[in-house]
């Protein structure tokens, strides 16, 4: 790319502007819109989760609200420490991955501009 520069002498001058300006600049834009696709999903999935284990606690809640003696109480909770254990940890994976696509993402455009001003 270049740009003609008409000095104030009269002379024009032209300016070779180094291309790899504009296509840093685009890899930079297309990883910022990644990085905010990538958070509203993040905070999606975790919206989503709340909602789920405040449904499933109220669940657990009334369940053990019914217990008719102490085992039936202690097997109700049990379950709910259970769920909400196997909950958590599918939950965390869901997060770690949602965050390796993210920075996959986020950085993919980056690598790209950077593999091209190597050549």
Known sequence: MTVSNNGSNGSDKTIAMPTFGIELAEAIQSSL?????????????????????????????????????????????QDWAKTTADDYMQESKKLMELSREAMQAVFGSLVQWRGRTER
């Open 33 to 77: 819109q990644a990085n905010m696709k990538a958070a509203i999903a993040i905070q999606e999935e975790l919206a989503t989760f709340a909602s789920y284990r405040a449904q499933t606690n109220a669940t657990a809640g009334e369940a053990l609200s019914k217990c008719k003696n102490w085992d039936d109480a202690v097997r109700a909770q």
